[in-house]
């Protein structure tokens, strides 16, 4: 099993901010792995997949870079709408989930 | 438009039996690479993969849970129904549905639906 470590687990930062969420996986996987967006009483969205790849509609502000065993999600200015918790996760193994990175108002 | 919409009880028994039905539309779960899995989040906890069930009608479930967790579809009611036996205060939380395309296992997850809330209370 490829077990999945995000970074920070919990984030402070303001609007405008650029915010960086690392994944890193035990063992290597190529380009497979996907962020989601997570807001209280709302679904999990999916920003990002095949690593780098924006999901249609989501803002250009997100990407995603990496392969292998490290991953980032970055957002280049954060906005309001953004304070959410952010999961990786992976097509390979079980469990496919990362335990969730909060961004939270600085 | 793809939709998801889960369905069932808002309060079950411990030891009971818990049945959660998505209701899909927009797209067919008999397409090559098709997919629906139920994905959970207890309260302060992460997501939770649960189950999966696909176009060949394959059932995969999480490793800890798969005594206790069937899935099944029903292409012409355009029905996923997960069962979940002998529940516990600790399956209290949201259960989501949502669709698969490429086919992998554990797929990227496109569209999900609103979720539903599950309580495990006496």
């Known amino acids: 099993d490829i077990q999945l470590t995000q970074s920070p687990s919990f984030l402070s930062a303001s609007v405008g901010d650029r915010v960086t969420i690392t994944c890193r996986a035990s063992?290597?996987?190529?380009?497979?792995l996907a962020w989601y967006q997570h807001k209280p009483g709302t679904p999990p969205k999916l920003l990002i997949y095949?690593?780098?790849t924006l999901q249609t509609g989501v803002p250009a502000r997100f990407s995603g870079r990496g392969s292998g065993t490290e991953f980032t999600l970055t957002i280049s200015s954060l906005q309001p709408e953004d304070f959410a918790t952010y999961y990786c996760?992976?097509?390979?193994?079980?469990?496919?989930f990362g335990p969730g990175t909060k961004v939270d108002v600085k | 438009q793809v939709t998801l919409r889960e369905s069932g009880p808002a309060l079950v028994k411990p030891t009971q039996t818990l049945t959660l039905t998505c209701t899909f539309s927009?797209?067919?779960?008999?397409?090559?690479?098709?997919?629906v899995t139920w994905i959970r989040q207890s309260p302060g906890k992460a997501l939770e993969w649960l189950a999966r069930?696909?176009?060949?009608?394959?059932?995969y479930y999480r490793t800890s849970l798969k005594t206790r967790l069937t899935i099944s579809k029903d292409r012409s009611k355009k029905q996923v129904v997960l069962i979940m036996t002998n529940v516990d205060p600790v399956d209290t939380g949201t259960y989501y549905c949502?669709?698969?395309?490429?086919?992998?296992?554990?797929?990227?997850?496109?569209?999900w639906g609103k979720g539903t809330t599950v309580t495990v209370s006496s």
């Open positions: 063992q290597g996987m190529s380009k497979y």
């Open positions: 069930v696909d176009w060949e009608d394959d059932k």
């Open positions: 949502a669709r698969g395309t490429s086919g992998y296992v554990y797929d990227y997850m496109d569209v």
């Open positions: 927009g797209f067919s779960l008999s397409t090559y690479g098709m997919s």
């Open positions: 996760q992976q097509l390979i193994s079980y469990p496919p």
């Open positions: 095949d690593a780098s």
